[in-house]
């Protein structure tokens, strides 16, 4: 199975329901494999959106069947604290409180602006640029 195809399936299945795919990750255990769907939304995620999507994304999954295994579905939240793995998840945290770690430095500020070349941050009344 390849999660970069299930990805590109599932991404605008679940933006029809009016969620973004965080991620899609798949563990395999000795006796019950998990794929796992982590879902964003501006407003976040409460437990009656993943049951949403759950109930959505189970028939549409079963129907491309990408796994051949038998599996456990999972839809969770992104999480508070996520990654942000894209440009579209770094734009769409301009104006929040974020935390970038790069191999020389730690910083941790509200993102002011991002050009997808430069992340702008304002920490302790300073305005620091960092290359993307």
């Keep these: 199975m390849d999660l970069n195809i299930l990805r590109e399936q599932l991404e605008p299945f679940i933006e029809t329901l009016g969620y973004l795919l965080y991620d899609v990750e798949f563990k395999k255990k000795k006796k ?3 794929l796992t769907i982590y879902i964003d939304h501006d407003d976040g995620i409460t437990i009656d959106n993943v049951v949403e999507v759950t109930k959505a994304v189970n028939p549409f999954i079963d129907k491309i069947d990408p796994i051949v295994e038998e599996y456990f579905l999972e839809v969770s939240s992104a999480g508070a604290e996520k990654e942000l793995r894209s440009v579209t998840s770094i734009q769409k945290s301009i104006g929040k409180f974020i935390h970038i ?12 602006d991002f050009d997808e070349i430069e992340i702008s941050l304002q920490v302790n009344n300073k305005v620091i640029k960092i290359n993307y």
């Design 32 to 34: 019950n494999s998990i």
């Design 101 to 112: 770690e790069t191999d020389e430095q730690k910083i941790q500020g509200t993102l002011l």
